[in-house]
């Protein structure tokens, strides 16, 4: 039974630091691709998936959507995977998910993940 279990979001100012971590278990994949993926206000409506943050391949490869470069930072220690968040802003405010891919392959679409946190709310003004 995987579990994904997300913690660390809360409310912050413009340009405050939030710093999330997400624990997988129950899982025998050696090195999974996991990821950080986020659903802003008025998305889901729209019927968006939800989009990238950042992912951190089993072997190291990292990869950050356009506007996660250079603000926010992905890392990882074996099963637990971490986003620390700087100079965030208010369109940065949502939902962040933790997600893990229990196949071969890093993508970055969300479809592609197999498994999924319950989510952390992120709230900035």
Same mark, same amino acid.
């Given at each position: 039974?995987?579990? /994904?279990?997300? @913690?660390?979001?809360? %409310?912050? $100012?413009?340009?405050?630091?939030?710093?999330? @971590?997400?624990?997988?278990?129950?899982?025998?994949?050696?090195?999974?691709?996991?990821?950080?993926?986020?659903?802003?206000? +008025?998305?889901?409506? $729209?019927?968006?998936?939800?989009? &990238?943050? =950042?992912?951190?391949?089993?072997? +190291?490869? #990292?990869?950050? =959507?356009?506007?996660?470069?250079?603000?926010?930072? #992905?890392?990882? $220690?074996?099963?637990?995977?971490? !986003?620390?968040?700087? @100079? /965030?802003?208010?369109?940065?405010?949502?939902?962040?998910?933790? =997600?893990?891919? !229990?196949? %071969?392959?890093?993508? #970055?679409? =969300? &479809?592609?993940?197999?498994?999924?946190?319950?989510? *952390?709310?992120? *709230?900035? %003004?």
């Amino acid at each position: 039974h995987v579990q /994904l279990v997300e @913690s660390g979001g809360g %409310s912050v $100012e413009v340009e405050g630091s939030l710093r999330l @971590s997400c624990v997988v278990s129950g899982h025998t994949y050696v090195k999974p691709c996991m990821g950080w993926f986020r659903q802003v206000p +008025g998305k889901e409506r $729209e019927g968006k998936e939800r989009e &990238r943050v =950042a992912t951190y391949g089993g072997y +190291g490869r #990292i990869s950050y =959507a356009g506007f996660a470069e250079g603000r926010f930072t #992905i890392t990882r $220690e074996k099963d637990k995977l971490y !986003l620390q968040m700087d @100079s /965030l802003k208010p369109g940065d405010t949502g939902t962040y998910y933790c =997600a893990v891919r !229990l196949n %071969s392959g890093c993508p #970055i679409r =969300a &479809r592609d993940f197999d498994y999924w946190g319950q989510g *952390t709310q992120v *709230t900035v %003004s």
